[in-house]
T-cell receptor, first 113, second 112 residues
């Protein structure tokens, strides 16, 4: 089955800095890669996603890149703010029938004011 | 903006008891899912449901688990005889297309 590795497990940055979270996946058939933000005690919220026919996608301060050859994808947050502090999960899924995501272990992002 | 809702927010039960967790997916969505998240760990897939039947399930989803869509709005997860290791946050999710999923707020299940 699919295996998703996520690094780092903890990321501490100063407000205004950029943050990068990296994920690798094992199954080359994976073709949908969502990123979720989970604040303490809250639901995972989809913040951005990318499909395998696209190499990069941007939404305001958030961008995701995908390298299918290397089987890795990354989340980039620019101009970080304290409210960006949360756990971020990457996921990879294969579009056969349902898209069942396999999640990474999460990155705890701490943005210091 | 419509959201997935779940009840109860917290359920405490004794080991061996049956529990039913309830979810109301987003109204025009067709695909429904249950996940669990043990405290401090990643989200794990349990089961997906489409067209009134299970479409996929994980190894976690054994005979103690069942799902049902009893009417046009609710989607339930039943755990027949709870174990201590079932203690976790259970998330329901729904999607209108096959890929993008929206999660509910979760039910924290505590088995004593």
């Amino acid at each position: 089955g699919e295996n998703v590795e996520q690094h780092p497990s903890t990321l501490s940055v100063q407000e205004g800095d950029s943050a990068v979270i990296k994920c690798t996946y094992s199954d080359s058939a994976s073709n949908y890669f969502p990123w979720y933000k989970q604040e303490l005690g809250k639901r995972p919220q989809l913040i951005i996603d990318i499909r395998s026919n696209v190499g990069e996608k941007k939404d305001q301060r958030i961008a995701v890149t995908l390298n299918k050859t290397a089987k890795h994808f990354s989340l980039h947050i620019t101009e970080t703010q304290p409210e960006d502090s949360a756990v971020y999960f990457c996921a990879a899924s294969i579009g056969r029938g349902s898209y069942i995501p396999t999640f990474g272990r999460g990155t705890s992002l701490i943005v210091h004011p | 903006e419509p959201e997935v809702t779940q009840t109860p927010s917290h359920q405490v039960t004794q080991m061996g008891q049956e529990v039913i967790l309830r979810c109301v997916p987003i109204s025009n969505h067709l695909y429904f899912y249950w996940y669990r998240q043990i405290l401090g760990q990643k989200v794990e897939f349990l089961v997906s449901f489409y067209n009134n039947e299970i479409s996929e399930k994980s190894e976690i989803f054994d005979d103690q688990f069942s799902v049902e869509r009893p009417d046009g709005s609710n989607f339930t997860l039943k755990i027949r005889s709870t174990k201590l290791e079932d203690s976790a946050m259970y998330f329901c999710a729904s999607s209108g297309t096959r890929d993008t999923q929206y999660f509910g707020p979760g039910t924290r299940l505590t088995v004593l």
